[in-house]
């Protein structure tokens, strides 16, 4: 630091600042970064405020991210963090963020929207807070810096920026690395008092009661869903349990309560979703994935080919396909197309293999009902999206 952080800052002052941080030979700006609240481990349930060294880090809620933006603000928080180059997340304390207030006091009053200080007050009125150390979870607040996301997650803070990243829809699924990310995020019993490591439940519940309190809880997972993190405008989702946090909905999305979205798979344009939206699945615009259909993921169970489901595509009811769709594809109901195997090509009737098919636009596919083979031709008419159901979400 140049100058101390005690004074008032001016326009100046800030500017020699801002140019001497980002000048640093050492310093290089993120790609991503975020001020987020962490929640931790309830290592004594008896003394929910007592937070040790070391408790483990259940979830990061980053209420603003930034993508190769606000540059000015990283290197402020990269500063007084101590942080300088690649991924990492740094505590910031309450004195910590009085500082980066201090430092933003020109910025004031300006007439612009400056999302981060916002939120550094936001988050600084909640620290000061009486009833925050009533709270059952312990809760931080972090700044997590991305070097690159080219580059593998390094701890759990920078899992969930990648996974607001893409539910924010900053970026698409399959754009950047995940590699690891399962491995790093811890199982979280998620409950309506907030995310808890599963061992203290007995406890964590006991309290609850000891306050009047009935403790709810609404799953073990490594995820989150994703509208208990992230609500992206324009969608609707029936069930927030069916969407995990890292789903990438796109505007005049709608899943109904059969619909299902994993992270890292979503929509690209308005869809209706009432099937399966498998880890690494992107539906294109205008598609509609019947009810109860599904596309196979690559996660578990030995898939090995990413789908990808084309604009103007319907999977009927209770249909399914384990290769991708060209756009304008249809799959009838209660029709699964194997990722590989014979499927008759008509009306040319010549046998291929169903993998030849993948990515080929406007195929129909059927089991014949007389013969019981799989077939596929051209389609005969596209499908059109319902637009009432669509616009003005
Ligand atoms: C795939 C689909 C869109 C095709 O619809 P389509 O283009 O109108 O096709 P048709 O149903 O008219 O069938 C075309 C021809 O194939 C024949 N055919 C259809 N299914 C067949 C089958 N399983 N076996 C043998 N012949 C079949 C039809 O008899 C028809 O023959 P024709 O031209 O001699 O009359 C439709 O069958 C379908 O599955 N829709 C799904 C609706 C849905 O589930 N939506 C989601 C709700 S949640």
């Not at 194997?338 to 499927?343: E, K, V």
């Amino acid at each position: 630091m140049t100058r101390s952080h005690q004074s008032v800052w001016t326009q100046e002052d800030y500017d020699n600042y801002i140019e001497a941080v980002r000048a640093r030979p050492v310093y290089e700006p993120p790609t991503a970064f975020a001020i987020g609240l962490a929640s931790h481990t309830l290592v004594n349930a008896g003394e929910p405020e007592v937070m040790f060294g070391g408790a483990q880090v259940l979830d990061t809620w980053y209420p603003h991210v930034n993508l190769m933006e606000h540059f000015d603000t990283a290197a402020v928080l990269a500063d007084v963090t101590g942080h300088s180059t690649g991924s990492a997340s740094r505590s910031l304390s309450r004195t910590n963020i009085e500082m980066v207030l201090r430092i933003f006091g020109p910025l004031e009053g300006d007439g612009k929207y400056h999302p981060n200080i916002e939120i550094l007050k936001a988050l600084h009125q909640l620290l000061t807070s009486p009833d925050h150390t009533k709270t059952l979870v312990p809760q931080t607040v972090v700044v997590t810096f991305i070097g690159s996301l080219d580059d593998p997650p390094v701890d759990v803070h920078d899992c969930y920026l990648r996974l607001h990243l893409l539910s924010h829809r900053r970026v698409q699924p399959r754009s950047i690395n995940l590699s690891g990310l399962i491995g790093l995020l811890p199982n979280v019993l998620w409950t309506s008092e907030g995310p808890l490591a599963p061992e203290t439940f007995e406890m964590a519940k006991l309290q609850c009661l000891a306050r009047g309190v009935h403790l709810r809880v609404f799953g073990v997972d490594k995820f989150p869903h994703m509208t208990d993190y992230v609500v992206p405008s324009g969608v609707r989702v029936a069930d927030a349990s069916r969407v995990r946090l890292g789903a990438h909905l796109a505007k005049g999305t709608t899943v109904m309560q059969e619909g299902f979205c994993n992270f890292n798979a979503g929509t690209l344009g308005p869809s209706m979703v009432e099937g399966r939206i498998s880890q690494g699945v992107l539906v294109g615009a205008g598609s509609d994935i019947g009810g109860g259909a599904s596309i196979m993921g690559t996660l578990s169970g030995g898939g090995k080919e990413v789908i990808t489901i084309g604009d103007g595509c319907l999977l009927g009811a209770n249909s399914g396909t384990g290769i991708s769709l060209g756009p304008g594809c249809q799959v009838q109901q209660g029709v699964y197309v194997l990722s590989n195997g014979p499927i008759r090509l008509q009306p040319e009737g010549t046998v291929v293999r169903t993998w030849e098919l993948s990515g080929r636009p406007n195929l129909r596919y059927w089991r014949n009902s007389l013969t019981g083979e799989l077939e596929a031709g051209p389609t005969k008419a596209a499908v059109q999206l319902n637009p009432e159901l669509h616009t003005k979400q």
